[in-house]
């Protein structure tokens, strides 16, 4: 059975960091890319980064620049490090699994960014 855990998620000050992890357990067969998203009150879900088997890396304009999507393949976790966070970063944080059979997504994590 596969299952997406994503921690890191927390309470920060606008300006600081945080990082996020995305741990994989369970076999996933065809992985094309893993990608993160995010959830604001009242928002529709929207892509924040996205790195494909081969390595190609997608940000949202709204994080060029301050966000890095890194996987470790040898701990089936991808990364997501957020850095000069502001308020409006605000949201419950998924990572996705994209497969060539079916899609898995995590539970989430909360990050809240205070001004």
């Known amino acids: 059975q596969v299952q997406l855990v994503e921690s890191g998620g927390g309470l920060v000050q606008a300006g600081g960091s945080l990082r996020l992890s995305c741990a994989a357990s369970?076999?996933?067969?065809?992985?094309?890319?893993i990608g993160w998203y995010r959830q604001a009150p009242g928002k529709q879900r929207e892509l924040v980064a996205a790195?494909?088997?081969?390595?190609?890396?997608n940000y949202a304009d709204s994080v060029k620049g301050r966000f890095t999507i890194s996987r470790d393949n040898a701990k089936n976790t991808v990364y997501l490090q957020m850095s000069n966070l502001k308020p409006e970063d605000t949201a419950v944080y998924y990572c996705?699994?994209?497969?060539?059979?079916?899609?898995?997504w995590g539970q989430g994590t909360q990050v809240t960014v205070s001004s």
């Open positions: 790195i494909s088997s081969g390595l190609r890396i």
């Open positions: 996705k699994v994209y497969s060539t059979f079916r899609d898995y």
């Open positions: 369970g076999i996933i067969l065809s992985i094309n890319a």
